[in-house]
């Protein structure tokens, strides 16, 4: 399996700063042929699923305010929450989809200080 | 637009057997070509994937679940479904249904969510 780590497990960041996260796979999700990454990033707000914010680790999902970036490859990557607002409060998780069995990290939870 | 809804019982005995249905509306199961997913949340911790089916009823199990698992598909009632056997008290969890975003492939992220149904196991 594909182990999926992310840090920090939490942290809080004031109203307009930036928030970072770091999400390491145990083995490169980075699909040569392509040169695509198999990696996605997640917000989940309390009693919510999942919604997804980025994917192929750096594009977007629609509507996805451009606050939120996702960079990185092979096995190194972070998301970026530029300017943090309120109501990006939440957990975030990244997951690999680059072999089965998908394997999501652990969460990072960032809160507003 | 398309929408998943988990149901099933909220409380399953522990040895006993896990049952979960995903009803899909706003599409149909069998005219589109995604493997469609269970996940899996324990209160307070991280997301496990379960597994994926197939229109044609082609799965992908988690080997951490594998021995206990069976997804199902039923397109005559546009559904999927999960069953778990042999439950314990660490399948106490918020049970997702999900489609993947990109048709045809199974190695992929997943856009829509169900809700998720709370199964908890406990006598």
């Known amino acids: 399996d594909i182990v999926m780590t992310q840090s920090p497990d939490s942290l809080a960041v004031s109203l307009g700063e930036r928030a970072t996260i770091n999400c390491k796979s145990s083995?490169?999700?980075?699909?040569?042929?392509?040169?695509?990454?198999?990696l996605a990033w997640y917000q989940q707000k309390p009693r919510q699923p999942p919604k997804v914010l980025i994917y192929w680790a750096s594009t977007r999902d629609s509507g996805v305010p451009d606050r939120f970036s996702g960079s990185g490859s092979g096995t190194d990557f972070t998301l970026t929450i530029s300017n943090l607002q309120a109501e990006d409060a939440a957990v975030y998780y990244c997951q690999q989809y680059y072999k089965t069995p998908l394997t999501f990290g652990g969460g990072t939870k960032v809160e507003i200080k | 637009q398309l929408q998943l809804q988990e149901s099933g019982p909220g409380l399953v005995k522990p040895s006993e057997t896990l049952s979960l249905t995903c009803t899909v509306s706003g599409g149909s199961i069998s005219s589109t070509f995604y493997y469609w997913g269970w996940i899996r949340q324990p209160p307070g911790k991280g997301l496990e994937w379960i597994g994926s089916?197939?229109?044609?009823?082609?799965?992908y199990y988690n080997p951490s679940l594998e021995s206990r698992v069976t997804i199902s598909v039923d397109t005559s009632k546009n559904q999927f479904s999960l069953k778990l056997t042999s439950v314990t008290a660490a399948d106490t969890a918020v049970y997702y249904c999900?489609?993947?975003?990109?048709?045809?492939?199974?190695?992929?992220?997943?856009?829509?969510w169900g809700q998720g149904t709370l199964v908890t196991v406990s006598s």
């Open positions: 999900a489609r993947p975003a990109v048709t045809g492939f199974p190695y992929n992220w997943f856009d829509p």
């Open positions: 089916i197939y229109y044609s009823g082609i799965t």
């Open positions: 083995q490169s999700v980075l699909h040569r042929p392509s040169n695509m990454n198999h």
